[in-house]
């Protein structure tokens, strides 16, 4: 069975980094593209960030220069290395997969997603 799972999320304080990843099993992220999302308390879903098969990356400005998305084909894992968090970035952080063919004739990467983990809660405290 084709899944992604989330990991290393936890407690930090501000200013503090963390490095979280997704691992796919059952399928290889050489064809797929990711994404990273969050949601906070109360709010809804944010997309993070995105990395194409052929290694494009793609931030919103609310976390670009301090978030940074990665592969490691060879682990088969995405990683999603957060830098300077503020108490504003607690939330839940998933990851989720589509693949590339499904992406290649729209207008962004990561619009058609298939495979979503059950997310890791990354908590800054002030």
């Known amino acids: 069975e084709a899944q992604v799972v989330e990991s290393g999320g936890g407690l930090v304080q501000a200013g503090g980094s963390l490095r979280l990843s997704c691992v796919a099993s059952?399928?290889?992220?050489?064809?797929?593209?990711i994404a990273w999302f969050r949601q906070a308390p109360g709010k809804g879903r944010e997309e993070i960030s995105c990395?194409?098969?052929?290694?494009?990356?793609y931030y919103p400005d609310s976390v670009k220069g301090r978030f940074t998305i990665s592969n490691d084909n060879a682990k088969n894992t995405i990683y999603l290395q957060m830098n300077s968090l503020k108490p504003e970035d607690t939330a839940v952080y998933s990851c989720?997969?589509?693949?590339?063919?499904?992406?290649?004739?729209?207008?962004?990467?990561?619009?058609?997603?298939?495979?979503w983990g059950q997310g890791t809660l990354v908590t800054v405290s002030s």
């Open positions: 989720a997969a589509g693949p590339t063919w499904a992406n290649d004739y729209s207008d962004y990467p990561c619009k058609y997603l298939k495979l």
């Open positions: 059952g399928f290889t992220f050489d064809d797929y593209n």
């Open positions: 990395i194409a098969s052929s290694g494009g990356t």
